[in-house]
T-cell receptor, first 114, second 111 residues
Framework: GAGVSQSPSNKVTEKGKDVELRCDPI?????LYWYRQSLGQGLEFLIY????????KSGLPSDRFSAERTGGSVSTLTIQRTQQEDSAVYLC????????????FGPGTRLTVL | DQQVKQNSPSLSVQEGRISILNCDYT??????FLWYKKYPAEGPTFLIS?????DKNEDGRFTVFLNKSAKHLSLHIVPSQPGDSAVYFC??????????FGQGTRLTINP
């Protein structure tokens, strides 16, 4: 079956603009995660969804970041008033169940803020 | 505060030899660990995992060792193959949902 897909694969935007990143998890996976990887860094947890609810938003860097998930499937990560430090690869992962199930990652969206 | 650390940013190994990638962690509450492999422009791919109730888990050419007292785990790849060239991330579950990742080690297998 299809893996986790993300769109767009690349996004270049100007500082101050809003961006929306999309994640389509593996069909049937109830858990969905967002991470980001800044240049030269490991992956940093942003937010986790179980179904449509987000029990853990602890990793969101600021209130400019928000995410939602609808229908227990597609998720959107929105960054408002983007800043240059938001430039990173944003990765989405999904898993069938919660811990300790394996998280399967999408290819990521490379965001560049000029 | 880096709770999962991969202190070697890169490692070069000859084809056919053993590759050993190391990972240290600071949080004694971590009880489930995973290794992911990442090729350029792709998302990380799950490789192998280990629960803290074990000290070794093996899957084909890949073996993960866990030393809880030292808060250290390692991934052994033998024999190493050119297709193993990638960035390897060590990760630990914090709580029931969040994976905490190390910075990654770039492994290069030389023919």
């Amino acid at each position: 079956g299809a893996g986790v897909s993300q769109s767009p694969s690349n996004k270049v935007t100007e500082k101050g603009k809003d961006v929306e990143l999309r994640c389509d998890p593996i069909s049937g996976h109830t858990a969905l995660y967002w991470y980001r990887q800044s240049l030269g860094q490991g992956l940093e947890f942003l937010i986790y969804f179980q179904g449509n609810s987000a029990p853990d938003k602890s990793g969101l860097p600021s209130d400019r970041f928000s995410a939602e998930r609808t229908g227990g499937s597609v998720s959107t990560l929105t960054i408002q008033r983007t800043q240059q430090e938001d430039s990173a690869v944003y990765l989405c992962a999904s898993s069938l169940e919660q811990f300790p199930d394996t998280q399967y990652f999408g290819p990521g969206t490379r965001l560049t803020v000029l | 505060d880096q709770q999962v650390k991969q202190n070697s940013p890169s490692l070069s190994v000859q084809e056919g030899r053993i590759s050993i990638l190391n990972c240290d962690y600071t949080n004694s509450m971590f009880d489930y660990f995973l290794w992911y492999k990442k090729y350029p422009a792709e998302g990380p791919t799950f490789l192998i995992s280990i629960s803290s109730i074990k000290d070794k888990n093996e899957d084909g050419r890949f073996t993960v060792f866990l030393n809880k007292s030292a808060k250290h785990l390692s991934l052994h790849i033998v024999p190493s193959q050119p297709g193993d060239s990638a960035v390897y991330f060590c990760a630990a579950y914090q709580g029931a949902q969040k994976l905490v990742f190390g910075q990654g080690t770039r492994l290069t297998i030389n023919p």
